[in-house]
C-alpha cells in the first residue's frame, strides 16, 4: 500500500489532516487505510480516536472525497504499482 498525507482539506463536514495507506491498480481504489484523523476546531487540530464508532463512520462518509483528492493529485498510484 503506498502512504498518503493530506496536511488540510476541505470537505462537506469539515477541514480534516490525515495520514494511511491506500491500494490503487491502473488508478482503480483497491482499498484505504487511515492511520490519523484530525479536524478543525476553533482551539485548533483535535486529533480523533480511529476505534469510536462514530469516527469509524465519519471515515466512511469521508471516504469518497478523500479518494477524489488522492486520485486528483495523483499522490500514490504511481507508487503503489512499485511496492
Do not use: N, P
Request: charged letters at 25%; one cysteine or more; proline letters at 0%.
Amino acid at each position: 500500500m503506498g502512504y498518503f498525507s493530506i496536511s488540510r482539506i476541505h470537505t462537506s463536514l469539515g477541514i480534516f489532516r490525515l495520514t494511511g495507506h491506500w491500494r490503487c491498480q491502473s488508478y482503480a481504489v483497491e482499498g484505504i487505510r487511515v492511520e490519523t484523523l484530525d479536524i478543525l476546531g476553533t482551539d485548533g487540530w483535535l486529533a480523533l480516536a480511529l476505534e469510536k464508532e462514530a469516527v469509524k463512520t465519519l471515515i466512511g462518509e469521508l471516504t469518497s472525497e478523500l479518494l477524489a483528492h488522492l486520485l486528483e493529485k495523483e499522490q500514490v498510484c504511481a507508487d503503489s504499482r512499485q511496492t
